[in-house]
């Protein structure tokens, strides 16, 4: 029986998510804060393009947690720096309300600065 492949609906991974933000096919971004020493130049270079194509950019959880939550097997000191969202078409509520939060959070902090 012939069954349709499923439509992809994210990446990880840095050299993953730095092809697909040049591509322009990514529509939300997660970034762990914790990223190692060696990736911070391509985060940056991720973060710079995101900025530009306008995708929404969420530095949350640590790169365990992000490994964890993409429901990949356990392996160990296994982490996922940057996940890149190709589709959230059916949780359009909870993106809005994420990016809500986000927003808020980044505008308390510029004015406890």
């Known amino acids: 029986m012939f069954q349709p492949r ?3 609906r994210f990446v990880a991974g840095l050299r993953q998510v730095h092809q697909s933000v040049l591509a322009r096919t990514i ?3 997660f970034i762990a ?3 190692e020493d060696g990736a911070c130049d391509k985060v940056v270079e ?4 995101s900025g530009e194509a306008a995708i929404p950019t969420v530095f949350a959880l640590s790169r365990k947690k992000i ?3 993409l429901g990949l097997p356990k ?3 296994a982490g996922v720096s940057v996940v890149g969202v190709y589709d959230y078409a059916s949780l359009e509520v909870e993106v809005g309300n994420l990016l809500h939060e986000v927003v808020s959070a980044r505008d308390e902090w ?3 600065r």
Not at 46 to 49: E, F, Q, S
């Open 27 to 29: 529509k939300l971004l």
């Open 67 to 69: 490994y964890a939550g």
């Open 6 to 8: 499923k439509k992809k």
């Open 75 to 77: 392996r160990k000191n």
């Open 33 to 35: 804060p914790d990223i």
């Open 110 to 112: 510029v004015i406890s």
């Open 46 to 49: 991720i973060k710079r393009l």
